[in-house]
């Protein structure tokens, strides 16, 4: 069975940081495209950050770039999103998506294949 888990998510204050997990079962997250995304409430599910397959292409949001990170951890079959300087806007539930093409984008999630449940990031005093 085909899946991936998100973790890490929490209550941060402003300026803190959190590390999301996302693991695969099921297949080999090397041989996918990985994405981020985060969907706030009342606000449409945008893209974060994503990660092409042979790792040539790293993209991020204009709002999330010098402060998040997206890396990968073949060994533990997990990409990772490293996140920094955390700001209350950036207060949503964070997804990650698979999908088996060589590029990645953060323009659009219906390309993607495969989703996590999702993990809640709240930033707040």
């Known amino acids: 069975q085909v899946q991936l888990v998100e973790s890490g998510g929490g209550l941060v204050q402003p300026g803190g940081s959190l590390r999301l997990s996302c693991t695969a079962a099921g297949f080999i997250l090397d041989y996918y495209s990985i994405g981020w995304f985060r969907q706030a409430p009342g606000k449409e599910r945008e893209g974060v950050s994503c990660l092409s397959k042979n790792a040539i292409t790293i993209y991020y949001a204009d709002s999330v770039k010098g402060r998040f990170t997206i890396s990968g951890d073949h060994g533990k079959n997990t990409v990772f999103l490293q996140m920094n300087s955390l700001k209350p806007e950036d207060t949503a539930v964070y997804y990650c998506?698979?999908?088996?093409?060589?590029?990645?984008?953060?323009?659009?999630?219906?390309?993607?294949?495969?989703w996590g449940q999702g993990t809640q990031v709240t930033v707040s005093l």
């Open positions: 998506a698979a999908m088996s093409n060589y590029y990645c984008s953060i323009s659009s999630s219906a390309i993607y294949e495969y």
